[in-house]
């Protein structure tokens, strides 16, 4: 049965599988966002899986309680509509990403979504675990150049980690700059 998932505390991890099993995170949801919206559109099934990243409080809303709340309920109609337009700028802002920028950039970017930065003016800089494998996935890019990319990161006092994940603001340097920081010694890849 299809369901609407509010999210009201953790964060989650949402990716697809191909028919030859590989995976890719296509987003990352925390609170007061939503998960399961195309059984709102009909679909019978889900095309992505959802994980919990932390520790997460979800409700579950059946499509019929769905499609009441929106029509009856103002701030509940608003709250959603907001989410959605916020989706679809990010999956833009996504997009753009992954054609015009470097895996350094996407990198960066990734890590500076998983925080929260300029998330309502606040941030969060401790991150979840999140392993090199599931950032290369999240980038499309391979795990040598997120290592390569990390470690430069934090010696570059961009990130800290050591066995969590905190993230500086200074890291928005990265993305801010025309020119890449990488360096010559950085991994060869066809993936960027």
Do not use: W
């Not at 949402?14 to 987003?27: H, L, Q, T």
């Not at 997009?95 to 990198?107: G, H, I, M, T």
């Amino acid at each position: 049965m299809s369901a609407l998932d509010p999210i009201h505390k953790g964060k989650l991890r949402v990716s697809v599988i191909s028919e030859n099993g590989k995976e890719a995170i296509v987003a990352i949801h925390g609170p007061d966002e939503f998960c399961g919206e195309g059984c709102l559109t009909g679909h019978g099934f889900r095309l992505s899986s959802a994980v919990a990243m932390t520790e997460s409080e979800i409700m579950r809303l059946e499509k019929a309680d769905a499609t009441r709340l929106l029509h009856e309920e103002p701030a509940f109609s608003e709250m959603f509509i907001a989410h959605q337009l916020t989706r679809t700028a990010r999956v833009e802002a996504d997009l753009a990403d992954q054609l015009f920028n470097s895996s350094e950039k996407r990198l960066a970017r990734a890590l500076l979504l998983l925080a929260n930065f300029a998330k309502d003016g606040k941030s969060e800089p401790v991150i979840g675990k999140i392993s090199q494998e599931k950032l290369a996935e999240m980038i499309g890019s391979t795990r040598p150049r997120v290592n390569f990319f990390m470690n430069k990161f934090r010696k570059l006092g961009f990130i800290e980690y050591n066995g969590h994940l905190e993230v500086h603001s200074s890291l928005l340097n990265v993305i801010l700059h025309d020119q890449p920081l990488a360096d010559h010694d950085e991994p060869e890849s066809s993936a960027d």
